[in-house]
């Protein structure tokens, strides 16, 4: 949905674990103490030592990469070029969907489409050859995306979620052969999750609450960026805290020659859009209100009797959030009232924050750069949960890679059209190779695994404190009575 976001966060590099701040003032002096724990627990983790033992030579993993590798050249790039050229919208991606899985039956997973009432949702459990008893772990899981975003000429890859799907599939299939063949204990399942660019429904969310993620010890994913970073370890999101919310404003029909007998929905909408411009100059700066109109008459010689605005309302967190979102609805009140006209207010989705660890966010900055990765920003970004919606990142530890893919920003003609080229094809094998190291590493150390659960726990501690601070620190002025 856009890889920039704020959140609070601690700087984990490869050669320290140094706490920073929030984004915005309120949270750097609400959350101090939250700070000062998180740093506390994360130089506690020597992230330094566990990268240098993780990366070091190791005969095993590098065979699990060069499979990964072979997979990308001989199969996995055609494949996402595939879907590149051939792009469908969220829950639309009947020939994406049909490709990625046909794909996976040839490498021995079980595909099972029509996930949690998403007919474009997919599941596929690897079929191992040589059978591990009872339910032994660790279970591995992988994210693919595959939808492509809404334009004005119509559907396209400006986020290159066309090779998402074999970059996670080209290291699935290579560390599932691993196992299989050394007899080595584990599971890896992929799933295909739609409509990563849109909502309703909110794919991930509706999957985590059906249980499609159950059992996982350790999800990952990657995603197109125009510089390779990872996310510092604490809570946050790739693009705010965010509420869809669509306002359906209805009036009465009239000829415009006599428009007084009739109710003009779409002076609504445009007084709605005119109020929230009213609003700005106090809110928080943070504050980020997109809308637009998705509806507005049939004809201009008819008052529009109905009209649609659909609107993000994003917020760094989610406490303020909801403060914003209340001045929206009651701009969209006062917008009816004002015309004559009445609004039904659908809030049809949200997004929230996530946990990111450097326990993997650290080792795989470590291998995307020991594989080729370009355009290095040294620095950890924000915090940010591996998947949009929070709901997934904020139960089950993982990590999205990010290698360089393009020179363009997200959501661009440009990133599609170099998903084709070399500096695409560059990125999206990094993130293959490094994703295969990373699945290595979870697969085949125990004790990596439980320091990963204990990073990851204990910053999800603290998320509940976060918020109580937030909201001591967020106080509504009094507004008396008018007399």
């Known amino acids: 949905m856009s890889k920039t976001g704020p959140k609070l966060f601690l700087l984990a590099c490869a050669i320290s674990c140094a706490a920073y701040a929030q984004d915005t003032p309120t949270e750097r002096q609400a959350a101090k103490g939250v700070i000062e724990k998180l740093n506390t627990l994360e130089q506690s983790l020597d992230i330094k030592g566990l990268v240098a033992k993780l ?23 055609a494949l996402g070029d595939q879907i590149t050229r051939d792009p469908e919208i969220g829950f639309k991606e009947d020939h994406a969907v049909h490709t990625l899985t046909t794909r996976l039956k040839q490498y021995g997973f079980e595909p099972e489409i029509g996930i949690a009432d998403l007919r474009t949702a997919f599941i596929a459990k690897y079929k191992r050859k040589t059978p591990i008893a009872g339910d032994a772990g660790p279970h591995l899981g992988v994210i693919l995306e595959y939808d492509a975003l809404r334009g004005t000429k119509g559907a396209f890859h400006g986020d290159q979620h066309s090779t998402q799907g074999p970059i996670g599939m080209a290291a699935a299939i290579a560390i599932a052969e691993y196992l299989d063949q050394n007899k080595l204990p584990g599971t890896v399942t992929v799933f295909g999750t739609p409509g990563e660019e849109m909502m309703p429904p909110v794919a991930k969310t509706d999957m985590f609450k059906a249980g499609v993620f159950n059992g996982i010890d350790v999800m990952m994913r990657s ?33 415009q020659m006599t428009p007084w007998a009739g109710r003009n929905a779409l002076e609504a909408v445009i007084h709605l859009f005119n109020n929230i411009d009213s609003i700005r100059g ?23 009797d109905r009209a649609v605005a659909d609107f993000y309302v994003r917020y760094p967190d989610e406490v303020y959030l909801r403060q914003v979102k209340k001045f929206v609805d009651d701009a969209a009140k006062a917008a009816a009232l004002s015309t004559g006209t009445k609004v039904k207010i659908d809030n049809y989705g949200e997004l929230r924050d996530g946990i990111s660890v450097a326990t993997l966010a650290e080792p795989a900055f470590a291998y995307m750069k020991m594989y080729g990765a370009t355009n290095i920003l040294e620095e950890p970004g924000k915090p940010q949960g591996y998947d949009e919606t929070g709901t997934v990142s904020s139960a089950i530890p993982g990590i999205g890679f990010e290698a360089q893919t393009s020179t363009a920003a997200n959501h661009t003609y440009q990133m599609e059209a170099e998903a084709l080229t070399d500096i695409g094809h560059k990125g999206f094998m990094t993130d293959a190779q490094s994703m295969a190291a990373l699945l290595f590493d979870v697969a085949t150390r125990p004790d990596y695994l439980q320091l990963v659960k204990k990073e990851f726990a204990g910053i999800k501690g603290l998320f509940s404190e976060y918020q109580a601070d937030l909201e001591k620190a967020y106080t509504e002025p009094v507004v008396p009575e008018p007399k």
């Open 55 to 77: 990366t070091a030579p190791n005969k095993e993993r590098d065979k699990v990469v060069a499979r990964a590798k072979q997979l990308m050249d001989t199969d996995m790039i």
């Open 223 to 255: 995603h197109a960026v125009s510089a390779t970073v990872r996310p510092a370890a604490g809570f946050g999101t790739c693009c705010l805290n965010i509420d869809g919310v669509r306002y359906t404003f209805s009036g009465a029909p009239a000829h």
């Open 282 to 304: 106090f809110i928080r700066p943070e504050a980020r209100i997109q809308g637009i109109i998705s509806e507005g008459g049939a004809a201009p010689n008819v008052v529009p």
